[in-house]
C-alpha cells in the first residue's frame, strides 16, 4: 500500500494563504500520508491577513506575529511549501497545474485556493507612487512605511473606499494621529454588507473620531509631480495628501483557470462538498463560489465570501472530501471588523432583508441588530458584545418575536435554547 501511495502524484493545493495552508493541515490530521505539495505566489511562507489592516497597520503586534507557523513546523508535517512560485494555467485533461517559468506539476487531487485580488482603479494618476493597496504581507509593510513617514511630516491620508478595509485603514490612521479623509461612492459606509442603517451608524462613528467622511464621491484622478500629492473627486474637489490608500473591492483570482473548462462565474463554482465540475479538482476560500441555505429559502444561493473564518472551514470540509468522506460544507457565516474601540462580530448571511431589530443603543458603544426576512432572523451585528457570538450562531434561522429580540432584559441564550 505504502508503495502504491508513494507512486501516484502528489496531492496539490494552488495558493498559500490560510485556506491552503489550513487543507493541507487537515489532510495530515485526516492521516493522508501521501505527497502534498502547497504552491503560493507570494515568498512569505503562509499567514493571517486580518491582521494586516488591524494590528499589525497599527504596530501593535510584531511582523512574526501574522505568521501561522513556521518553516519548520511545515517541514515536520512532510507538507511541501513552494512559495515564490506562480500557477498560470491548468490542464484537467492531463491532471497537471503549469507554473511560471516552463515547470509543470501533475497531480492526483487539486485544491484551488487563490484566493482575491484587490480591484484597481483605472483613472489618471493612478499609476503614481504613494497610491497603495492593502492585501499581502508586502503592501502592508509598504503602507505602515507611509503612515509612519506621514506621522513625522503631519500629513494627510485620503481613503477611497469604505467598505471593511477601507473602514478599518481609515480608522488605524486616525488612531495613530493622522489627518484622513474617507471617500465612499456609495450613500454610507459598508452598505452591501450591513445595510443603510447601520452603515450610518459607523459612519457616525468616523465622524465622531474626526473623519472627514465624504459619501455618494468617487475618484476622478490622482495628481503629482513624481507622486501622488492629491485625490481629485468626481464633485471636483481637491483633496492634498501625503499618501492615498484604495480599497475599493476585490475580484477572485481566476484569471489563470480561464481555458481550464471549469464553471467561472464570480468565482470556481462548486458544490456542497467543494467539488468543481472537473474530476478530483476542489475549490475553498475567497475564489469559491458555493450553494448557501439562507434562513427563509427553499432553495440555496450561489455565494463567495472573503472572510478568514470562511477560508479556514471550508479548506478543512475541502480536504476531507478530497479524501473520500463526502462532507457538505454548511457554515454560519462569520466574520469580524475591529474600528476604534468598537469590536463588530457578523453571523449568518444577508444580501437583502426586510426589516432590522436593534437591541441597544449605538450612541453608547454596545448594540446587535438582527436582520429579519420572512420573520426570520438571517444575519445578526454585534457590537462589542462578544460573549454573546454563540446564542448568536443559534439564532440564525430562528423565528422570534421582534418585541424579544429587541429586548436588553431577554437572554440571548435562553432565547437561543428555546429555539
Given at each position: 500500500m505504502a508503495e502504491a501511495q508513494a507512486s501516484r502524484p502528489p496531492v496539490v493545493v494552488v495558493g498559500g494563504g490560510i485556506a491552503g495552508a489550513s487543507a493541507a493541515e487537515t489532510l495530515r490530521r485526516e492521516g493522508f500520508d501521501g505527497r502534498i505539495v502547497v504552491v503560493g505566489d507570494e515568498r512569505a511562507l503562509p499567514y493571517e491577513r486580518p491582521p494586516l489592516s488591524k494590528e499589525f497597520l497599527l504596530g501593535a503586534i510584531p511582523e512574526a506575529k501574522v505568521f501561522l507557523r513556521a518553516a519548520e513546523e511545515y517541514g515536520a508535517q512532510d507538507i511541501e511549501l513552494r512559495t515564490g512560485t506562480r500557477a498560470t494555467r491548468l490542464d484537467v485533461a492531463q491532471r497537471r497545474v503549469e507554473l511560471a517559468g516552463g515547470e509543470s506539476i501533475a497531480y492526483d487531487r487539486l485544491l484551488l485556493a487563490t484566493g482575491s485580488e484587490p480591484v484597481r482603479l483605472h483613472v489618471p494618476g493612478a499609476d503614481l507612487p504613494g497610491i497603495r493597496y492593502l492585501r499581502t504581507l508586502d503592501d502592508a509593510r509598504a503602507l505602515a512605511a507611509e503612515i509612519a513617514s506621514a506621522?513625522?511630516?503631519?500629513?494627510?491620508?485620503?481613503?477611497?473606499?469604505?467598505?471593511?478595509?477601507?473602514?478599518?485603514?481609515a480608522a488605524d490612521c486616525r488612531m495613530l494621529g493622522l489627518d484622513v479623509t474617507l471617500i465612499e461612492a456609495l450613500p454610507v459606509p459598508m452598505l452591501r454588507a450591513l445595510g443603510a442603517e447601520m452603515g450610518g451608524v459607523f459612519a457616525e462613528l468616523h465622524r465622531a473620531h474626526g473623519v472627514d467622511l465624504r459619501l455618494g464621491e468617487g475618484v476622478a484622478a490622482f495628481r503629482g509631480a513624481g507622486r501622488v500629492e492629491e485625490v481629485v473627486t468626481t464633485s471636483g474637489a481637491r483633496l492634498g495628501c501625503a499618501f492615498?490608500?484604495?480599497?475599493?473591492?476585490?475580484?477572485?483570482?481566476?484569471?489563470?483557470?480561464?481555458?481550464?473548462?471549469?464553471?467561472?462565474?464570480?468565482?470556481?463554482?462548486?458544490?456542497?462538498?467543494?467539488?468543481?465540475?472537473?474530476?478530483?479538482?476542489?475549490?475553498?476560500g475567497d475564489v469559491a463560489r458555493w450553494p448557501y441555505m439562507m434562513a427563509d429559502a427553499t432553495e440555496p444561493e450561489m455565494v463567495r465570501l472573503e472572510h478568514w473564518d470562511n477560508a479556514l472551514r471550508q479548506a478543512e470540509v475541502a480536504a476531507r472530501n478530497m479524501l473520500g468522506q463526502q462532507t457538505p460544507f454548511a457554515p454560519t457565516p462569520y466574520f469580524w471588523s475591529d474600528q476604534y474601540d468598537w469590536k463588530a462580530q457578523y453571523v449568518g448571511y444577508a444580501r437583502t432583508w426586510e426589516r432590522v431589530v436593534v437591541r441597544g443603543r449605538p450612541e453608547d458603544g454596545a448594540f446587535i441588530a438582527f436582520y429579519l426576512t420572512g420573520g426570520r432572523i438571517c444575519a445578526a451585528l454585534a457590537v462589542n458584545h462578544v460573549r454573546e457570538l454563540v446564542p448568536l450562531k443559534k439564532l440564525i434561522g430562528a423565528a422570534l418575536d421582534p418585541a424579544r429580540l429587541a429586548d436588553a432584559g431577554e437572554d440571548l441564550r435562553g432565547l437561543s435554547r428555546q429555539r
Open positions: 506621522r513625522a511630516s503631519g500629513g494627510r491620508v485620503v481613503v477611497v473606499g469604505a467598505g471593511f478595509i477601507g473602514a478599518e485603514v492615498a490608500v484604495v480599497g475599493v473591492g476585490v475580484r477572485p483570482a481566476t484569471e489563470w483557470l480561464r481555458d481550464a473548462g471549469l464553471t467561472l462565474e464570480n468565482g470556481v463554482v462548486v458544490d456542497c462538498f467543494c467539488a468543481t465540475t472537473a474530476p478530483g479538482v476542489f475549490a475553498a
